[in-house]
Antibody, heavy 123, light 108 residues
Framework: QVELQESGPGLVKPSQTLSLTCTVSGASTSSGGYYWSWIRQYPGKGLEWIGYISYSGKTYYNSSLKSRLSISTDTSKNQFSLRLNSVTAADTAVYYC???????????????WGQGTLVTVSS | SYVLTQPPSVSLAPGQTAKITCGGNIIGSKSVHWYQQKSGQAPVLVVYNDNDRPSGIPERFSGSNSGNTATLTISRVEAGDEADYYCQVWDSSSEHVVFGGGTKVTVL
């Protein structure tokens, strides 16, 4: 059974860096056919795709966040991570890690999600 | 950028059929996926590739996609189907995942 679990600080100060890690159990982040993803949800609002990293290390980022964003994998620990620089209160959200099943570039969907973690940006 | 439009809410009685639409420019040329999010929980995939169901999702959930509208249909709605539903596509021109704004389904 594959499971994803987010971890990281629940409170980040403005202008600092938000760092989250997703630990994958029951599957390998280096196996083909999947991209490893971050998605966030503002309180009471809809979903926003942040970006993902492929099994080969290629990254796809939301252009609205690209200048502040980095997604990476640590295959030795079977984890992938999110770093978002220069955060403001507008980055306060529930952050989900998710696995995207990829059949082809235009055919990818999120078949497995972590439980989500609330990150608040406040001094 | 590509935009997906969903109605904010749908209300219906148990046993009725819910049709949740997702509008987008020539969305029929894209592969559409649907997620169910119950209160306080992470989203769950209920339909992928327009009309395929993951293992464990009841047959009551089905999808269609043509022209400028994709539709998630929930037959014989139950109280347990009350949730927010989101559509999602991949926009190849911008290389972005795009989500619709979500539709809240209320079972009266």
């Amino acid at each position: 059974q594959v499971e994803l679990q987010e971890s990281g600080p629940g409170l980040v100060k403005p202008s600092q860096t938000l760092s989250l890690t997703c630990t994958v159990s029951g599957a390998s982040t280096s196996s083909g056919g999947y991209y490893w993803s971050w998605i966030r949800q503002y309180p009471g609002k809809g979903l926003e795709w942040i970006g993902y990293i492929s099994y080969s290390g290629k990254t796809y980022y939301n252009s609205s966040l690209k200048s502040r964003l980095s997604i990476s994998t640590d295959t030795s620990k079977n984890q992938f991570s999110l770093r978002l620089n220069s955060v403001t209160a507008a980055d306060t959200a529930v952050y989900y890690c998710a696995r995207a099943a990829v059949v082809a570039a235009a055919h990818n969907w999120f078949d497995l999600w972590g439980q989500g973690t609330l990150v608040t940006v406040s001094s | 950028s590509y935009v997906l439009t969903q109605p904010p809410s749908v209300s219906l009685a148990p046993g009725q059929t819910a049709k949740i639409t997702c509008g987008g420019n020539i969305i029929g040329s894209k592969s559409v996926h649907w997620y169910q999010q119950k209160s306080g929980q992470a989203p769950v995939l209920v339909v992928y590739n327009d009309n395929d169901r993951p293992s464990g999702i009841p047959e009551r959930f089905s999808g269609s996609n043509s022209g400028n509208t994709a539709t998630l249909t929930i037959s014989r709605v139950e109280a347990g189907d009350e949730a927010d539903y989101y559509c999602q596509v991949w926009d190849s021109s911008s290389e972005h995942v795009v989500f619709g704004g979500g539709t809240k389904v209320t079972v009266l």
